[in-house]
């Protein structure tokens, strides 16, 4: 395969190219076979190469920017919890450059975007919630605190770059200190659950399609772990910022779930009632941050392809706001907040 074109003012690529000749004979890293695998949300981004025997995946992330130790220390705990994660093959730490086992070239979610039924879905899924539960029974007790504090912080996205900034709303005194509550509420609601390994996205975009059907999937993207509520990941699988997930299956596979971490000692609790309850407030918590993170990407960052994905998360936010009383002083904002129309301006395409 032929090399890609990249602009010549890619100094990144320059140093990594010189990188890749220094590595070992025995890999047989062909630097001409170099090529765009992937970007995501972060400074990160990855290429593909052609090695011995097959493919490797580089990971380039500036040390400005990124840190490549966090991807190391949790790809560790991942592996030693027998998940499916890339091996390191090669690194580079001062320059941030690490060359990776390939998990393949389809994640789930490119996946789903082809087309699938549901007996295909499940053998897909099915191993995947399996996986969930092998993951969190990994070590955390290492990794940083997903505690009330952090998880309060997380929510100011919300009123700054969703109310104030997509909607061009400024709320009400009134409404400002109910949504302060509404947040205290669901932060300390959350914090209080056991903790376990988090992987903060554990997705459709993140899992990567197993070598045969029923095996367990590849995951990636594990860089930013961190030590807080078992009911995080499994809230972010079954309402996926990427592709909508209708209650009924939210439900199906949020009880399969729930019966494979009790069979494994895992803290979730004898009363699937609570634990759906917990669950679904852990899901409005994370979509109210994705809410401001995505307006963010596309103002800030100029990554436009976010907001198209705003419709779902907003839906996901009712679907649970709606069903509790707490949620009623965030129902009435939302409720406002549809009759204003962001500006076409602030959002080039």
Excluded at 19 to 31: I, K
Excluded at 111 to 118: A, N, S, V, W
Excluded at 250 to 267: F, K, M, N, V
Excluded at 330 to 337: C, E, Q
Aim: hydrophobic letters at 40%; glycine letters at 6%.
């Amino acid at each position: 395969m032929e090399s890609q074109a990249f602009p010549q003012a890619d100094t990144r690529l320059a140093s990594l190219q010189s990188w890749l000749s220094t590595l070992p004979a025995e890999l047989g890293a062909d630097a001409s076979t170099l090529r765009t695998a992937s970007s995501d949300a972060s400074f990160r981004r990855y290429f593909r190469i052609d090695i011995r025997g097959g493919t490797a995946i580089i990971m380039d992330a500036p040390p400005s920017h990124e840190d490549c130790g966090p991807f190391l220390h949790v790809g560790r705990r991942l592996q030693e919890a027998g998940l499916t994660v890339p091996r390191i093959l090669a690194e580079d730490l001062e320059q941030g450059f690490l060359l990776l086992s390939d998990l393949g070239t389809h994640t789930y979610l490119q996946r789903l975007r082809e087309g699938i039924d549901d007996a295909a879905l499940q053998r897909l899924y099915r191993p995947a919630l399996q996986e969930l539960v092998r993951m969190q029974q990994a070590r955390a007790d290492d990794l940083p605190a997903y505690d009330v504090d952090r998880l309060g912080q997380e929510l100011t996205v919300f009123n700054e770059w969703y109310v104030e900034k997509h909607c061009q709303a400024t709320l009400s005194p009134s409404d400002a200190a109910a949504l302060a509550q509404v947040f205290a509420t669901l932060t300390a609601d959350n914090a209080s659950q056991p903790t376990v390994l988090v992987h903060r996205d554990y997705h459709s975009p993140n899992l990567m399609l197993p070598q045969a059907d029923g095996d367990q999937p590849g995951v990636i993207d594990f860089q930013d772990a961190v030590a807080g509520p078992i009911t995080y990941d499994i809230a972010s699988l079954v309402t996926d910022a990427r592709h909508t997930w209708e209650e009924e299956q939210q439900l199906d596979w949020s009880i399969r779930y729930w019966e494979a971490a009790r069979a494994a000692g895992l803290p979730v609790g004898d009363d699937f009632a609570a634990f759906h309850r917990a669950y679904e407030w852990m899901s409005l918590q994370r979509n109210l941050r994705i809410l401001g993170v995505f307006v963010r990407l596309s103002l800030r960052d100029g990554k436009h392809h976010y907001l198209d994905h705003l419709p779902r998360v907003q839906g996901y936010v009712r679907q649970v706001a709606v069903r509790y009383g707490a949620f009623k002083p965030l129902m009435r904002i939302l409720d406002r907040l549809e009759g204003v129309e962001p500006s076409p301006l602030l959002y080039p395409r």
